[in-house]
């Protein structure tokens, strides 16, 4: 067992990514758990494929390597399947969790990969409940369960935290139910 | 007088306004007299002097503080009723 | 009570100054600097802190901004990347001249051509001749308490001199860690009230700031400032050891991280650190006699204690993320000069890597220190992750 959970996430620029990264690693600091989040910084436009890092721990992270293979992979826009290696670095006892309304098994046979695949609609769950595509509370929702060692909790704390004065309490309790559908829809 | 770099202020910082101790009158070879009788206090040398010594007073011009003056001419060369002359200096 | 909070390298340095709250912060943008002085504007803005801050037009301005409101007598700080720094080059000589005890952070960023914004040193070395004193961090934490030391140290009164905190641009900048936040009232304590020496707007007591001392008074200023770098050199354990009673953690010249018992060991500033470590934790788990000698004071450089940390180790290998082109790089330039007048002493590798961002693997790491384990050390530089 590594000491330190690595997960990287896809997605395009827009979608998320990078917040996503970034709720992920406060919930766990809230749960008194060290963390680091960064994105890849390249020339970053509306669009186009971005990757997003995040480090888990319960002991101090000291190092800072790029994270080359993942425990855990989430895909927030499974187009890119095909033209970004999603699945880079992730051994056979990775994780893959895409968003996409078919099943694990396509998701397999399209990525060819051979560990663990799960699936959630993200996308159609943030339509439905925000009226947007903004599938990457969604998709922690469904890493939330995946991981299994960051709480709920702590991360819909954190998602009222950062969004009632921005987007106002009903907005807010939206978002929260796309985190828990994600978390409950996954499979 | 050679100072040690213990006993100097750090960063250069010395005292202010030290350049009036510096009398840079004794460079001129040229030194502007001015007949104040025939001067019509426009001040026109007063603000054209850049060595700042043509002092004034009440709207008065003064006599040329000679102690600073540095004998450039300025004053001599744009006075409109040519009241001030340049003498070589003895 | 402290606060863990999840803060980038940026955000941390912006805590640092709001808790630090000077007078006047002039600043420009600049990636990957831009988000301090972002986020202390928002400070500035909510009324968290009475600075009057400067938005300049450059670089130049706002260190030409940050001698006069010094001089004037007000505690200024600002910070910088890259390109920016080039630009402030100048008047960064200025302040330190002037010996105007301003604070300065600069995030670590290639320069220019070809055009980059990823992390090396080249910035910062650039300047290591300057006369400020030079503090490099390896995270956010180191940043934000390196900050708050630094003020300190240039404001005590046998130092006055100009302080630069480095930390790497994204690796460290951009990069959201735990970080504890100390509390207000320690660290207002801890820095205390401002008096300046001798202020321009102490107008009872008039003074002239930057006259013209040519061949008879500039050398005794050169002797000056050589002087306060010596007396940098012991105050500045001096204020760590009292940061030390509020944070428990130390600020020695430089941090050794296992290396009492180490064959092989590797000498490098900033970020690359910590991975330095994370590799010799594994290999010690596995029996290697691996350690660190992380650099943490650059300017002045603590040549005497460096050789005593390095005179039982075999094997050293020094990590420049910059070069000197046509030299030594600037790091292992300053090792080898430490360890001239020891009869034993390591072999050492030069390496040379990260230019312009580029990734440095714990893999490469590994390498470095099997190789050295190995005694494998040659007199040329080695350049890690360079396409060959």
Known sequence: MKD??????????????????????????????????????????????????????????????????????????????????????????????????????KMKEKTKFKGNVYTVDATNISIKLLGKNLPNISMLGALVKIANNISLESLKNKIKEKFLKKIGEEKTEKTIESLIKGYDEVR | MKKSWKEMDIGGLTEAASSLKFKTGSWKSFKPITDLKKCINCMICVVNCPEDCIPSKDGKRKDTDLDFCKGCGICAKICPVKCIKMEEEQ | MPEIKALTGDQAVAEAMKQINPDVVPAYPITPQTEIAMTFAK??????????????????????????????????MTATSSAGLALMWEIVGVASGLRLPIVMNVVNRALSAPINIHCDHSDSMGCRDLSWIQIYSEDAQEAYEHTILAVRLAENKKVLLPVMVMQDGFITSHSLENVEVLEDSKIKKFIGEYKPHKPLLDIKNPVTYGPLPLQNAYFEMKRQQIDAMENAHKIFLDIGEELSKITKRKYYYFEEYKTKDAKAVIVVLNST?????????????????????????FRPFPYKEVANALKDIKFAAVLDRSDSFGANAPLYSEIKNSLYDLTKRPKLQNCIFGLGGRDISEDDIEKLFSDLLKGNVSDKVKFIGLNE
């Open chain 1, 4 to 105: 330190i959970l690595e997960i990287r996430i896809h997605g395009r620029g827009g979608q998320g990514a990078k917040t996503a990264s970034q709720f992920i690693v406060e919930a766990a600091l809230d749960q008194g758990k060290y963390i680091k989040a960064f994105p890849e910084y390249g020339p970053e436009r509306r669009g186009a494929p971005v990757a997003a890092f995040a480090r888990i721990s319960d002991k101090p992270i000291h190092t800072y390597a790029p994270i080359t293979n993942p425990d855990i992979v989430l895909v927030i826009d499974n187009t890119l399947i095909g033209f970004v290696d999603v699945t880079k670095g992730l051994t056979n006892k990775g994780i893959l969790i895409v968003n996409t309304c078919e099943e694990s098994s």
């Open chain 3, 43 to 76: 400070f500035v803005a909510d009324g968290d802190v009475d600075t009057e801050m400067i938005r300049v037009e450059s670089e130049h301005s706002a260190m030409s901004a940050c001698v006069g409101a010094s001089a004037a007598g007000a505690r200024a």
């Open chain 3, 273 to 297: 650190a910590g991975t330095t470590k994370a590799v010799i934790d594994r290999m010690r788990q596995e029996g290697k006699k691996v350690g660190l000698l992380k650099i943490r004071l």
